[in-house]
């Protein structure tokens, strides 16, 4: 199956500094990605769609100049937590559609635990 | 955007019993129905999807049964085993319901 892989997949952060989690799309081009949130024993949460070379949709209530997302290239996305604080802490997680074929099975990478002291 | 409930959000079961999990949805155009597994600090794994132009499908001791008139859909897990221990999620138009705990007695 199609390979997606995060990193990194643990970070620990003082308040007020900014975090850079990579998501790769390994052997598949992905125009989309997805960005969950998970706090523990929750569900996953969806934040936002990476859209290779445009802007990133957010959902409701997710605060756009706080988690930033940039989709440059066909398998590399990036979400970027800036000035990340405690609330913040807990586990990120990226997802994509493998190749051009919108089956709408998604393959998620390992997942990035996120702690804001 | 999408409502998605599901139910219930624990289940025990004894080894070798039948679990049964159903997810609803609001969205009437969604037209992909995925069951995903999650076990604890993983990521999740799908498990069995179904498409709207199908009722049911099954794969070995996993369903997954359709019903888009009423807009719900059901994950059957026969013959449960210890390693069926999951936290299980549905997730139409990739908006995730609130999660299953399956808890397996050996």
């Known amino acids: 199956g199609a390979v997606v892989s995060q990193h990194p997949s643990w970070v620990i952060c003082k308040s007020g500094t900014s975090v850079k989690i990579e998501c790769r799309s390994l052997d598949f081009q992905a125009t989309t990605m997805f960005w969950y949130r998970q706090f523990p024993k929750q569900s996953l949460m969806l934040m936002a769609t990476?859209?290779?070379?445009?802007?990133?949709?957010?959902e409701q209530g997710v605060e756009k100049d706080k988690f930033l997302i940039n989709h440059a290239s066909l398998t590399l996305s990036t979400l970027t937590v800036t000035s990340a604080h405690p609330e913040d802490s807990s586990f990120y997680i990226c997802?994509?559609?493998?190749?051009?074929?919108?089956?709408?099975?998604?393959?998620f990478g390992e997942g990035s635990r996120l702690t804001v002291l | 955007g999408e409502n998605v409930e599901q139910h219930p959000s624990t289940l025990s079961v004894q080894e070798g019993d039948s679990a049964v999990i159903k997810c609803t949805y609001s969205?009437?155009?969604?037209?992909?129905f995925p069951w995903y597994k999650q076990e604890l600090g993983k990521r999740p794994q799908l498990i069995i999807d179904i498409r709207s132009n199908v009722g049911e499908k099954k794969d070995q001791r996993i369903a997954v049964t359709l019903n888009k008139t009423a807009k719900h859909f059901s994950l059957h897990i026969t013959e449960t085993q210890p390693e069926d221990s999951a936290v299980y999620f549905c997730a139409p138009d990739m908006r995730f319901g609130a999660g299953t705990r399956l808890t397996v007695k050996p």
């Open positions: 997802s994509a559609p493998p190749g051009l074929a919108d089956t709408g099975e998604l393959f």
């Open positions: 990476s859209n290779e070379g445009s802007k990133a949709t957010y």
């Open positions: 969205d009437s155009a969604s037209n992909y």
